[in-house]
């Protein structure tokens, strides 16, 4: 039997070999509300993106690992298509498929600074630190619709083989910080350059706040057809949204009625809208009065 130190941890069945390594989470950071959160909104997140594909994800360890669901996402994402086998049972071929998946990951996020914190053995592996890493950057990189908890860490607890005894030691994780430091860090790249709407911004944000009201779209489409001078029939758009998607579904049907009517595309995206994020909201509406402040 291998000697092992007393630890609450289930290590001691473990067949290590001379300083190898395995990490797990502590059990009380699995109960921390801001983890399970974060895991909530990731699995709501993947299951949105692929529900054409009737794929269905419940445990991020168990449905990653091999790489088949990662695939889908990151083609659904990226809008290309991976040249890799749709079905791989052996463990050589998921690892093949995982391996050409996170590549392709990997040449999208390293421009952007991203630091990769996940490799082929530990997605197979199931090391759920590893894959909410990679969610989290899949999900900051691709602007995805949703609000990930801020300040989210865990403690982990580091196994480690030495002269026979199994030794532990806990390092903190940290999964997420503020939205504010990951947007100025990971991509000043992705920002518009500032123009004169910034600067009214910075002067008057908290005089503006009303327009948060917008988010939902119906306001928006009912004004274009004030603006424009027409009916907008009600099957085409929702009256009173109910859902994330129902309102995003309105904020895109007002920016095509805005395109229609002789404006650019809107800089900001439906979801920034409907996630209520003041700048974008108040960049649309500014640029509807500059286009019709003169129309009586």
């Known amino acids: 039997a291998i000697p092992y130190l007393v630890t609450p941890y289930p290590v001691y069945n473990w067949g290590a070999e001379e300083n190898e390594e ?3 989470i502590d059990p009380n950071s699995k109960e921390d509300p801001k983890f399970k959160e974060l895991i909530k909104v990731l699995i ?7 529900v054409e594909e009737r794929i269905i994800v419940k445990q991020l360890e168990e449905d990653l690992y091999d790489g088949q669901v990662l695939q889908k996402l990151l083609e659904k994402l990226a809008d290309r298509k991976l040249n890799v086998a749709e079905v791989t049972q052996s463990e050589i071929g998921q690892k093949q498929k995982l391996q050409t998946v996170l590549e392709a990951v990997h040449d999208l996020l390293r421009p952007h600074g991203w630091t990769i914190k996940w490799n082929i053995d530990s997605i197979h592996g199931k090391n759920l630190i590893a894959i909410l890493h990679l969610l989290v950057a899949l999900a900051m990189h691709f602007r995805a619709p949703i609000r990930l908890p801020e300040h989210v860490s865990v403690q982990v607890v580091v196994v480690r083989k030495r002269e026979g005894l199994l030794q532990t030691t806990h390092v903190t994780e940290e999964l997420t910080t503020t939205t504010e430091c990951i947007d100025l860090f990971f991509f000043p790249l992705l920002k518009p350059e500032r123009d004169a709407f ?8 908290d005089k503006l706040s009303v ?3 917008f988010a939902d779209g119906v306001y928006l489409v009912l004004l274009m057809g004030l603006l424009e001078d027409y009916f907008v029939p009600l099957h085409n758009f929702y009256l009173t949204p109910e859902s994330f998607d129902q309102k995003v579904h309105n904020v895109s049907f007002a920016f095509e009625l805005m395109q229609d009517g002789g404006l650019k595309k809107p800089k900001a995206r439906p979801e920034d809208v409907v996630n209520l994020d003041l700048k974008s909201t108040l960049r649309v509406l500014y640029n509807l009065f500059t286009k019709y402040k003169n129309v009586e």
């Open 22 to 24: 395995r990490t797990m």
């Open 44 to 50: 709501d997140w993947i299951n949105d993106v692929l």
């Open 198 to 205: 910034d600067t009214l911004f910075d002067h008057a944000p």
């Open 211 to 213: 327009v948060k009201k």
